[in-house]
């Protein structure tokens, strides 16, 4: 019944369903929008479980993710939540590692091995990321009491151990997350997430994102628009790198795109009505389901891998959009209160 919708990839030399690229561009719109990230820990296994060679999924993707962040981000910019300078500074490092992740890419393709090694490297990070998460989530309560004996004993003249931290020299300041830390964590963390765009096909966000909240300190909010600013970026180069050696394929990119244009104006505005650990919680159990879908994927179980990744992405925009929607009504509601 679906064959009428399948179109010809002419790079990739294949048929492709175009209903199944609009709605992975709409899931990844909204959870991208929503969680600051390029979104291609869904995409890049879903396109090669669903058919696209690893790298004509790693290079479409990438093509896609570079369109959708100029969406994304000029929203969060104009609700404030973008880091300019962080972001700028994001460039360079980012930039070096796309260049040398593609490079390892095009190597493990001429012997045969990118798709395997591609799968488990997604496997480790997606597993192991989610379950810290998850645990930062769980024991928040905790280090909130803590915390809050810390200030007690302060308060009292009690004294208290000095906070360790990376202080190497030259320190930076960043006014708009209202943080100063060393720029070699800075450029270290954007230098590492670039390589895993390039290596990927991601934006690298699924790593940039936490990292900005855990090792760099930004608020989750400036965390989510400060990463989509990064993702652009490193997204335009990704496509650029991966265009010119025949690895994007172009029209499955424009169809993704036409779903991400909706879908990323309902994630960014869902921020708004989502606080902080809520928004970390549901992207610990989103990554968690891509890594159960690369691990599928990788025993074989392609069926199965697809309902996975395309279930829990489109089960996550509903989830996303029940909030919006709940966050919405409650706020009319308490203007009309007021009037």
């Known amino acids: 019944m679906f064959d009428m919708f399948n179109v010809y990839m002419p790079i990739a030399e294949m048929q492709f369903n ?3 690229l609009v709605a992975i561009g709409f899931s990844v719109g909204v959870l991208g929008g929503f969680f600051g990230v390029g979104g291609a820990w869904v995409v890049t296994p879903a396109l090669n479980i669903f058919g696209f060679p690893m790298a004509y999924a790693i290079g479409t993707d990438l093509a896609h993710i570079f369109g959708k962040s100029i969406v994304a981000t000029a929203k969060h910019r104009k609700m404030g939540n973008v880091d300019m300078k962080l972001g700028l500074l994001s460039i360079v490092g980012s930039v070096i590692g796309v260049e040398i992740g593609a490079q390892n ?6 012997i045969g091995l990118a798709g395997p090694i591609v799968r488990y490297t997604y496997m480790f ?3 192991g990321l989610g379950i810290y998460m998850m645990y930062d989530y769980l024991t928040k309560d905790k280090r909130a009491a803590a915390q809050a004996a810390k200030q007690a004993a302060a308060r009292t003249g009690a004294p208290t151990p000095p906070r360790k931290a990376w202080n190497l020299p030259p320190m930076i300041h960043f006014p708009a997350s209202g943080i100063t830390i060393s720029f070699w964590t800075v450029t270290g963390v954007f230098l590492f997430t670039g390589w895993l765009s390039g290596f990927l096909g991601v934006g690298g966000g699924f790593i940039r994102m936490p ?3 855990y090792l760099i300190g930004c608020p989750t909010a400036i965390a989510v628009g400060t990463d989509l600013f990064s993702v652009l970026f490193s997204g335009a180069y990704g496509c650029f790198t991966y265009g010119i050696k025949g690895r994007v394929e172009i029209i499955a990119a424009i169809l993704m795109l036409i779903g991400a244009a909706i879908g990323a104006q309902i994630g960014v505005t869902a921020v708004k009505y989502v606080r902080g650990y809520g928004i970390r919680l549901l992207f610990a159990i989103m990554i968690l389901l891509a890594g159960l879908s690369v691990a599928l ?3 074989n179980l392609t069926t199965t891998a697809a309902w996975v990744v395309m279930c829990a992405a489109l089960g996550m925009c509903a ?5 919006l929607w709940r966050g919405f009504v409650k706020e009319k509601a308490e203007k009309a209160g007021h009037l």
């Open 105 to 110: 890419v095009m190597w493990l393709t001429r």
């Open 18 to 20: 175009a209903l199944i």
């Open 211 to 213: 990292a900005l909240i």
């Open 297 to 299: 994927k990788q025993f």
């Open 125 to 127: 990070l997606l597993f």
């Open 319 to 323: 989830v996303i959009m029940v909030k």
